[in-house]
Nanobody, 122 residues
Framework: VSLVESGGGSVQPGGSLRLSCAAS???????MAWFRQTPGKEREGVAN???????YHSDSAKGRFTISRDSATHTLYLQMNNLKPDDTATYYC??????????????????WGQGTQVTVSS
């Protein structure tokens, strides 16, 4: 499985970013997700999408972030609006090949990308 994130960067509070993850075809119809991590903290699930396109967003993401996928190109997206300084983190794309539903965030089934840095600061 190959997962390559892009789209991170620096933005002012209230700004927007769109993260992309180019995934290999083996992730088709599988759970995919975005996680984030800051130094000294555990990796946190932000949003996931199952093999049928149903989505879940964490409380911190709800109303501001939107996860989506393009099944034709095997690309996962995370649209982030109204960004806050607390959103500063390394964001990771993840896939769970062979798991189509009940994605959740826990377990050792997740395969990670290399991460992309998002910095929200004035």
């Amino acid at each position: 499985v190959s997962l390559v994130e892009s789209g991170g960067g620096s933005v002012q509070p209230g700004g927007s970013l769109r993260l992309s993850c180019a995934a290999s075809p083996s992730t088709a119809n599988s759970c995919m997700a975005w996680f984030r991590q800051t130094p000294g903290k555990e990796r946190e699930g932000v949003a996931n999408i199952d093999g049928d396109g149903y989505t879940y967003h964490s409380d911190s993401a709800k109303g501001r972030f939107t996860i989506s996928r393009d099944s034709a190109t095997h690309t996962l997206y995370l649209q982030m609006n109204n960004l806050k300084p607390d959103d500063t983190a390394t964001y990771y794309c993840a896939a769970a090949p062979g798991t189509r539903w009940a994605c959740g965030f826990s377990g050792d089934r997740w395969i990670w990308g290399q991460g992309t840095q998002v910095t929200v600061s004035s």
